[in-house]
């Protein structure tokens, strides 16, 4: 499998996961500041910093072959059991409704995703506002129009 653009990415002072341009392969846990523990968010900010990077180091090291730095600066979205399963937006929009998505409460991976209707709305939203002019189904191996996309999306588990 070829990884493109591994990198980490931030929220405030914590790595909030190192992902690449099909998603996110770890996200870290947010580290809480507390009031009078100043010293300990530091510690603890440093230390998921350095996992983060020893991390990305391995895992640079363990696609090394398959490694490439350029972006395509193409948005990606990968759908599998329908819901997201990978992804890489660039635009502050599509970026904000993910954020959105995930405060409503995300599974460790698609498999076990049981997306909620207002995420199954969102999803469509994000597949709406990327620049991406196709959709990947990572199950069927196709891509497909966002329209077809989002119906996949809106249906997937109806007939159970």
Aim: some cysteine; charged content about 30%.
């Amino acid at each position: 499998m070829q990884r493109s653009n591994l990198r980490i990415t931030h929220s405030g002072d914590n790595p909030e996961g190192i992902r690449d341009d099909s998603g996110f392969l770890f996200l870290f846990t947010k580290v809480q500041k507390y009031e009078n523990q100043q010293e300990r968010y530091a510690r603890e900010c440093e230390e998921q910093q350095e996992l983060a990077e020893y991390l990305l180091a391995a895992l640079k090291d363990h696609y090394h072959d398959g490694y490439k730095e350029q972006s395509t600066g193409q948005d990606y979205i990968n759908l599998k059991w329908g819901t997201l399963k990978g992804w890489d937006f660039k635009g502050p929009k599509v970026i904000e409704l993910m954020k959105q998505y995930c405060e409503l409460g995300v599974s460790i991976g698609c498999a076990t995703q049981s997306d909620t209707p207002e995420q199954k709305e969102l999803i469509c939203k994000m597949i709406d506002e990327c620049n991406a002019p196709t959709i990947h189904l990572d199950w069927h191996d196709v891509d497909v129009s966002k329209d077809e996309a989002k119906r996949y999306v809106m249906e997937y588990g109806k007939n159970k």
